[in-house]
């Protein structure tokens, strides 16, 4: 079984273009989860989803950056018109459905996107 | 999420046992305790999780106390490739990860 695929693992853009960043889940898993880690700093959440549904994006800043899960295909993190300020490693985690509860909905993490904007 | 506090570093001899500990004393009753590590920059790797009992699988063993305001991560025997931030958090089921600032564990030669 795949682990948590995303891509491209290496993303430079210059300020003003657009970053895509892909992730495909694990095999059997519709609950998506963004995390993004800037130099020198912690992990952040910013958004969580399930198959074409927003669920909590408490977390991601409020202008610029959309994140997509749709029925078929992998979910995508959209940061417009990039800044410096967006540099960072972007992760994306999959879980599958709670069917039993809790305890089965562990997150399992991709290897990341590392994004820098000149 | 209930806060989480461990020691910002520790170090361990190669093969012998990586003992972490994570206060969470606020924590509720049905949040789970789960440990992640990060490898350098690599994505965070699940360790185990538990909820009132002790868990082991084979990355580790996980001990937490009768009244669940502390556990302790377990590494039987420490490898150079163990060195990594670990990362003990509170969280309760469908809902985000919360990172601190972990523990770097260091293991030496």
């Known amino acids: 079984n795949a682990g948590v695929m995303q891509n491209p693992r290496h993303l430079v853009r210059r300020r003003g273009q657009e970053a895509r960043l892909r992730c495909s889940p694990m095999?059997?898993?519709?609950?998506v989860y963004w995390y993004r880690q800037l130099p020198e700093e912690g992990l952040k959440f910013m958004v969580y989803l399930q198959k074409e549904n927003i669920i909590d994006e408490s977390g991601m800043p409020k202008e610029r950056f959309s994140a997509e899960f749709p029925k078929e295909g992998p979910s995508i993190l959209r940061i417009q018109q990039v800044v410096r300020g967006d540099s960072a490693a972007y992760f994306c985690a999959s879980s599958p459905p709670g069917l039993s509860g809790p305890s089965t909905d562990t997150q399992y993490f991709g290897p990341g996107t590392r994004l820098t904007v000149l | 999420d209930a806060k989480t506090t461990q020691p910002p570093s520790m170090d361990c001899a190669e093969g012998r046992a990586a003992n972490l500990p994570c206060n969470h004393s606020?924590?509720?009753?049905?949040?789970?305790v789960y440990w992640y590590r990060q490898i350098h920059s690599q994505g965070p790797q699940y360790i185990i999780h538990?909820?009132?009992n002790n868990e082991t699988n084979e990355m580790a063993s996980l001990i937490i106390t009768e009244d669940r305001k502390s556990s302790t991560l377990i590494l039987p025997h420490a490898t150079l490739r163990d060195t990594a931030v670990y990362y003990c958090?509170?969280?309760?089921?469908?809902?985000?990860?919360?990172f601190g600032e972990g523990t770097q564990l260091t293991v030496n030669p």
């Open positions: 538990g909820l009132k």
């Open positions: 958090i509170a969280r309760w089921g469908g809902s985000r990860l919360t």
């Open positions: 095999k059997g898993h519709s609950h």
């Open positions: 606020t924590i509720s009753g049905n949040e789970y």
